[in-house]
């Protein structure tokens, strides 16, 4: 069942089905990654909206699924276009997740930020993507475009 489940999440991911993929989580899911940080409920879902309607060129590939009814873990390489840059960037990464009733309450993504800020950035991210300033910029980068995003479906829904 909880393999179903991630796979099922990144079937959809693999076809930018946010909305898919959205209902996997709990209500109050409790998602983390490096370039987000800490996001929970409505702001994890709307990550994955937010990514999804970004994406450019974009394929996404998964396996070492593994999980017990209360946890799991699973493998991805996302290839996209970083459309600030417009440099392609081959991002690996671990997932970890914990379950409740049948879907996913915490989701936790793990990659090399320095590897993934050199590919996204160039020289910026390889001369500083190992620092603690440039990933909390890019943090604050992400959390403000997070936060457009919502203000924009916020406004589309009056």
């Not at 873990?73 to 392609?88: E, K, M, P």
Request: charge should be neutral.
């Amino acid at each position: 069942m909880s393999e179903a489940l991630i796979r099922d999440f990144y079937t959809a991911f693999s076809r930018l089905d946010a909305e898919a993929m959205c209902a996997c989580y709990t209500d109050d899911v409790v998602f983390s990654d490096p370039a987000f940080g800490t996001l929970r409920g409505d702001d994890a879902r709307d990550m994955w909206r937010l990514l999804a309607s970004r994406a450019q060129q974009f394929s996404l590939t998964f396996d070492q699924i593994r999980s017990d009814e209360r946890a799991g873990a699973a493998h991805w390489v996302a290839t996209y276009l970083f459309s600030q840059t417009g440099r392609t960037v081959v991002n690996d990464i671990q997932a970890r997740f914990v379950f409740r009733d049948g879907k996913i309450c915490e989701h936790h993504d793990q990659f090399d930020f320095w590897r993934w800020s050199r590919q996204a950035l160039g020289t910026p991210g390889l001369l500083l993507g190992w620092t603690p300033m440039l990933r909390s910029k890019v943090n604050q980068q992400a959390l403000k475009g997070l936060r457009s995003f919502q203000a924009g479906r916020a406004g589309a829904a009056l």
